[in-house]
């Protein structure tokens, strides 16, 4: 790709986030210079270039980054892995490193992925019902805009050992929603962690590394569902 080219690019993501910012609530719901931090796991050379956005949960808060089950997958399934999920984002919540949903987004498009896995968030929990839903539906549109051929794959949020909370089920109704206009589909693994306290750290949110493996094994049952859906050469 020209040097020209991908400068065209990164300038069409940028604006479009920017046009995302303000209509899902000002142009402060995207911050102008967020840190998006990538981890990479090229388990295969040839694999398809799969890049995850999420939150804590998906970036395996408080272990090495090997052991959050979008990297344990990515081992199992040959892909070249890109983790872009960070403490604290959420569709509409600003995290701990600046971003929102929508920042990940535009640095997943640069990525030129085959797959994108998304997730709702609990971090949204408390935001209005509304807003959630109007900035989940912009950004999946915005991200299909920026990767017309790949696949967009939503996972179900995971939850700790409690009860569920009514309005997370709803959050992830509105990714389901969304990524189904576009063309996507969902994975529904329920909540593998459900009544299972020693899965998680001391803070009951972030699943320890036996945690991470019992939901990596619920996505990847999913997926089997399906053989040979993702493991396509990009």
């Known amino acids: 790709m020209s040097v020209s080219r991908v400068t065209r690019l990164v300038a069409s993501a940028a604006g479009l986030a920017l046009t995302l910012g303000v209509a899902i609530g000002g142009a402060a719901a995207i911050t102008p210079h967020p840190r998006v931090v990538e981890r990479t796991t090229d388990a295969s050379p040839d694999g398809p270039v799969v890049v ?16 959050a089950w979008p990297a344990l997958l990515a081992q199992e399934d040959d892909w070249r892995l890109t983790n872009l999920a960070s403490d604290g984002s959420g569709f509409v919540t600003v995290g ?21 896995l998304v997730s709702g968030s609990s971090n949204d929990l408390g935001q209005p019902d509304a807003r959630i839903a109007q900035a989940t539906q912009a950004t999946i549109l ?38 189904a206009s576009v063309g996507g589909e969902t994975l529904r693994i329920g ?13 009951d949110v972030h699943p320890t590394a036996e945690g991470q493996q019992r939901i990596a094994a619920a996505v990847q049952k999913q997926l089997s569902r399906e053989p040979g859906r993702f493991d396509s050469v990009d």
């Open 142 to 179: 915005a991200l299909r805009k920026l990767v017309p051929s790949a696949d967009i794959v939503n996972v179900s949020p995971v939850w700790n050992d409690t009860v569920e909370p009514a309005q997370l089920a709803t959050i992830d109704d509105d990714v389901v929603k969304a990524v």
């Open 96 to 116: 701990d490193n600046g971003d929102t949903f929508a920042d990940q987004m535009v640095v997943a498009a640069r990525l030129k992925p085959s797959i994108v």
């Open 52 to 67: 995850a956005i999420g939150d804590s949960i998906m970036e395996g808060h408080g272990l090495d980054q090997a052991q």
């Open 191 to 203: 909540q593998p962690l459900a009544g299972l306290r020693d899965l998680l750290q001391d803070d």
